[in-house]
T-cell receptor
């Protein structure tokens, strides 16, 4: 079964719009949730969230985690064409593996 | 170097040949991960190393896949007798310690099996 589900699968907006990307997860022993931005091949790290209710911000991007409802959102305000990318959510379990379980991502396209 | 590096960046090989992919993690990062991304699909975990040991190999798709890491540094992912379904981007990531810390990804190796 899918441990990490992202929505929407794709999104097209105009420059200046605000977007909210969703990530829900289902893991037995949650350790942390991470957001990545993927352009071309390699994902680049955006945020790591471990505690509920604490918003993390970086410029126009922000993210928050709800460990009770098992989801996270990534907000992007005043979108720019450079924000066009696939946004990946990943969850780390408290297991020996400690690997990331990725969602399939949300493809964001920002139109000028 | 400042980041994770991988080589080659692109590899085209004939079905049945063996290939070796290399990853140089960020200096001082004890954990190293290999992922695979097939066209249109999400990232798929393959294997991770803590130091030179691989505690979890469950993600390796078949016994044609193997990986090793030496000196708590460079890692190689070897695919023997490549098949067309092995075509994918192979990504390597490293982190300071497995689990809690964010992973930093290399640029990936695009493998095409013809």
């Amino acid at each position: 079964e899918d441990k990490v589900v992202q929505s929407p699968l794709s999104l097209v907006v105009h420059e200046g719009d605000t977007v909210t990307l969703n990530c829900s997860y289902e893991v037995t022993n949650f350790r942390s949730l991470l957001w990545y931005k993927q352009e071309k091949k390699a994902p680049t790290f955006l945020f790591m969230l471990t505690s509920s209710g604490i918003e993390k911000k970086s410029g126009r991007l922000s993210s928050i985690l709800d460990k009770k409802e098992l989801f996270s959102i990534l907000n992007i305000t005043a979108t720019q064409t450079g924000d066009s990318a696939i946004y990946l959510c990943a969850v780390v379990e408290k297991t020996g593996a400690n690997n990331l379980f990725f969602g399939t991502g949300t493809r964001l396209t920002v139109i000028p | 170097g400042a980041g994770v590096s991988q080589s080659p960046s692109n590899k085209v090989t004939e079905k049945g040949k063996d290939v070796e992919l290399r990853c140089d993690p960020i200096s001082g990062h004890t954990a190293l991960y290999w992922y695979r991304q097939r066209l249109g699909q999400g990232l798929e975990f393959l294997i991770y190393f803590q130091g030179n040991s691989a505690p979890d190999k469950s993600g390796l798709p078949s016994d044609r896949f193997s990986a090793e890491r030496t000196g708590e540094s460079v890692s190689t992912l070897t695919i023997q007798r490549t098949q067309q379904e092995d075509s994918a981007v192979y990504l390597c990531a490293s982190s300071q310690v497995a689990g809690l810390y964010e992973q930093y990804f290399g640029p990936g190796t695009r493998l095409t099996v013809t």
